[in-house]
């Protein structure tokens, strides 16, 4: 089993659309996580870190479940610069700040 | 800030050939991290180091795999002989390995083709 699991998509939405990703991580001692955003032959960039309490960032909303190993990405009023390819990241700790990628969900946002 | 300077940007050669791959973190970064990307496994950990001391290499693929960080500012990744099945996207990443820190900062990339 992979330590991170996403959906690879892709998911093609109109603009506008609401559209939502998941990921499960495998470690239950995991202590942090993010989302990273990579567009099409550019290095992976940190769109958002992921608090337990659930996150927003402008159309960006970030959900974390502990309990269930879960987390989610929510993107509203999708833009055709949201196209991209988005990566669910654990921290699996160890004190060394070691992130672990999951395999990315692609997103295709059409006018 | 510079960011995380990576170079070249792309190689081409053949197999059987070595290649040295460079990294330069962001400065003030103690942790260096190298990883590969394909499209068939994604992006893999192959060895980060933390103070330029190597801590886990156990995602090097194989011997032929090699890296070293001389100094807190430069660091390589070494394949030989290299292989077409090594061909694949190199990044490295840098950050400060303290509770809280965000994330790392990538950098471009090293885009490798062994024919």
């Known amino acids: 089993r992979k330590e991170v699991e996403q959906d690879p998509g892709p998911?093609?939405?109109?603009?506008?659309?609401?559209?939502?990703?998941?990921?499960?991580?495998?470690?239950?001692a995991s202590q942090s996580f993010f989302w990273y955003r990579q567009d099409c032959r550019k290095e992976p960039k940190l769109l958002m870190?992921?608090?337990?309490?659930?996150?927003?960032?402008?159309?960006?909303?970030?959900?974390?479940?502990?309990?269930?190993?879960?987390?989610?990405?929510?993107?509203?009023d999708s833009k055709l610069s949201d196209s991209a390819t988005y990566l669910c990241v654990v921290n699996i700790g160890g004190g060394y700040n070691k992130l672990i990628f999951g395999a990315g969900t692609r997103l295709a946002v059409h006018p | 800030?510079?960011?995380?300077?990576?170079?070249?940007?792309?190689?081409?050669?053949?197999?059987?050939?070595?290649?040295?791959?460079?990294?330069?973190?962001?400065?003030?970064h103690n942790s260096l991290f190298w990883y590969?990307?394909?499209?068939?496994?994604?992006?893999?950990?192959?060895?980060?180091?933390?103070?330029?001391?190597?801590?886990?290499?156990?995602?090097?693929?194989?011997?032929?795999?090699s890296a070293k960080m001389p100094n807190a500012s430069f660091s390589t990744l070494k394949i030989q002989p290299s292989e077409p099945r090594d061909s694949a996207v190199y990044f490295c990443?840098?950050?400060?390995?303290?509770?809280?820190?965000?994330?790392?900062?990538?950098?471009?990339?090293?885009?490798?083709?062994?024919v």
């Not at chain 2, 180091?49 to 032929?64: A, K, L, Y």
């Open chain 1, 11 to 28: 998911f093609n939405v109109p603009e506008g659309a609401t559209v939502a990703f998941n990921c499960t991580y495998s470690n239950s």
């Open chain 1, 49 to 76: 870190s992921v608090y337990s309490s659930g996150n927003e960032d402008g159309r960006f909303t970030a959900q974390l479940n502990r309990a269930s190993q879960y987390i989610s990405l929510l993107i509203r």
């Open chain 2, 1 to 28: 800030d510079a960011g995380v300077i990576q170079s070249p940007r792309h190689e081409v050669t053949e197999m059987g050939q070595e290649v040295t791959l460079r990294c330069k973190p962001i400065s003030g």
């Open chain 2, 36 to 65: 590969r990307q394909t499209m068939m496994r994604g992006l893999e950990l192959l060895i980060y180091f933390n103070n330029n001391v190597p801590i886990d290499d156990s995602g090097m693929p194989e011997d032929r795999f």
């Open chain 2, 93 to 114: 990443a840098s950050s400060l390995s303290l509770p809280g820190t965000v994330g790392y900062t990538f950098g471009s990339g090293t885009r490798l083709t062994v």
